[in-house]
């Protein structure tokens, strides 16, 4: 049974302290108080999780993410499933939550400007290698560089983002047309979707709760990210160059985003 709709489970995770919810502004929310339905994001964690990646070696705390509003619709269905007896298709319910993921590394106590990541999810390229983006490298760069900062930081990772919000299959659609001749934006416009559809504002209320209001160095080539989180009032943000993982495989792609507005030049590209 899942730990998310199991009442009992709920309950015995909330006393030990590794399940609780974060409002908007990042501020925890005590136990048995009803904020606005959907306002909130619940959190598991910490969770110890040593990590390999290649030759990278690192212990994190995990903290798993998700949003209230899709809890309540996968619980609702849950509730329906035991009703009908219909455990084999508890599996199908995981497809329709995004379940967002902070790796901290080091003691957040100590902080004053740490090392933070906000990484898209990208299946081809963290979990297939894939060489078509530079996703993968950037990943596993991200926590080397976190993990050797004298600070320590965090990796957020946002389950939601496949394709910069379009989604794998939407994704896969725009590696044929990529192929045909257009970039990765155009590709975008041909299915009649948005350059950019990713959602910040929940990694916005994770950095406002794990990063608190210190100023923090984040890992990122576009300064389009950082105006969308201080959008949603995240504040104290330098930019940090984050170039990884170039091959004659994705220079294409990333001349692309480069003439789109991300910080990164000719001697990036090796050109």
Same mark, same amino acid.
């Given at each position: ?54 030759? =990278?070696?690192? !212990? ?7 949003? +209230?509003?899709? $809890? #309540? ?5 849950? &509730? ?95 590696? =044929?047309?990529? !192929? ?7 590709? +975008?416009?041909? $299915? #009649? ?5 990713? &959602? ?72």
């Amino acid at each position: 049974m899942f730990t998310y709709i199991d009442p009992s489970v709920r309950e015995r995770l909330t006393a030990q302290g590794t399940l609780f919810q974060i409002d908007r502004d990042g501020a925890r929310v005590e136990p048995g108080t009803a904020p606005p339905h959907g306002s909130t994001i619940s959190v598991l964690g910490p969770i110890p999780l040593p990590l390999e990646l290649g030759d =990278l070696q690192v !212990d994190v705390q995990w903290f798993a993410c998700v949003r +209230n509003t899709e $809890l #309540g619709k996968i619980e609702e269905l849950a &509730d329906d499933l035991r009703a009908q007896q219909g455990q084999q298709s508890f599996a199908t319910l995981a497809s329709y939550m995004a379940v967002n993921s902070i790796m901290v590394v080091g003691d957040p106590s100590t902080w004053k400007n740490p090392l933070v990541r906000v990484h898209s999810s990208c299946l081809t390229g963290d979990v297939f290698g894939s060489q078509r983006c530079e996703c993968g490298p950037q990943m596993q760069t991200a926590l080397e560089r976190i993990k050797n900062d004298d600070e320590g930081g965090m990796l957020v990772y946002m389950a939601g983002h496949e394709g910069r919000g379009i989604g794998l299959w939407a994704k896969a659609a725009t590696y =044929l047309l990529q !192929d045909a001749g257009e970039d990765t934006y155009e590709a +975008n416009r041909s $299915l #009649g979707l948005p350059d950019d559809s990713r &959602d910040f504002s929940d990694a916005a209320s994770l950095l406002k709760y794990f990063v608190g209001g210190k100023p923090f160095r984040l890992l990122t080539n576009n300064p389009k990210k950082v105006n969308d989180l201080g959008a949603f009032g995240v504040s104290g943000i330098t930019r940090v160059k984050h170039v990884s993982g170039v091959t004659a495989s994705n220079r294409r792609y990333l001349s692309a985003k480069q003439d789109w507005g991300h910080e990164i030049s000719q001697e990036d590209l090796g050109s």
